[in-house]
């Protein structure tokens, strides 16, 4: 029994040109008549999902900057988690070795050093709000949700990714009786263009965990469906996933089911065909 969807944002909820489908609106409107409550998650700041929220009647909590936020529908703060201070500016070293350009999120703002830099329009056309532009962001090293490596050459995003990862591997911690690791930064694809880095329980497998934790819900009645590398963790802490039809081979692999794209209706196909079915 299904008694939770948590959907990805980005080219699953929404379509390529960030449209919410008449069908898509109906599907979650149904599973809300059969008890079936819906969430979503999404690496977009939770003021870039506020216009979500009324069309959906969004009730859950919200997880933004993936999971490094969750804000109520009325955007008041659960919770957060902030990077730590000094792992910005090697990281943004890291990134800019790649030949990536770099955002920053903290709090409710975006800064940017320049104003139309790579994908800097579109992320605001998607956000809904202007970014702060500064001369230089190495002084925004406190409170950061969300550190951002942008660039169109796909390849060298993915290279990065695999850097940060190795730059800021878990250490092991050894002084007490029973040795723990810990992870220093989660860093993983929103976008094939864009980086996300966030603490490293900012992740989209921690927003199953503390969704289930909630809204008193067992992980195994957990559906969720998303499109991008970083949703990998959350097929993997839930009980069924659905990778929507324009996932690369490794995203379909990680999951239950597939559906199809996001330009042909997948995420209102996969509520119907593998949520709403087993209501019986």
Known sequence: MIRLLLADVDGTLVTREKVLTERARAAVARMRVVGIQFAITSGRPPRGMQMLIEP????????GFNGGMFVHPDLSVIEQRVLPSDVIEPAMETMRAHGLDTWIYR????F????????VDREEWTVKFQPTVVPDLKHLTNGVAKLVGVSDDLDAV?????????QFAEKVHTKQSNPRRERLVSAARSQPYYLDVTHPDANKGHVVVRLSEMLDIPREQI???GDMPN???MFERSGISIAMGQSSDEVKAAATHKTTSSEEEGFALAVERYVLAKTG
């Open 56 to 63: 959906l009647a969004l009730s859950t909590p919200i997880a």
């Open 107 to 110: 709090g409710t703002d975006w």
């Open 112 to 119: 940017v050093h320049e104003r139309h830099g790579p994908h």
């Open 158 to 166: 993915c290279k990065c990714e695999t850097a940060v990862r190795e």
């Open 223 to 225: 559906a969720t469906i």
């Open 231 to 233: 949703d990998i963790e």
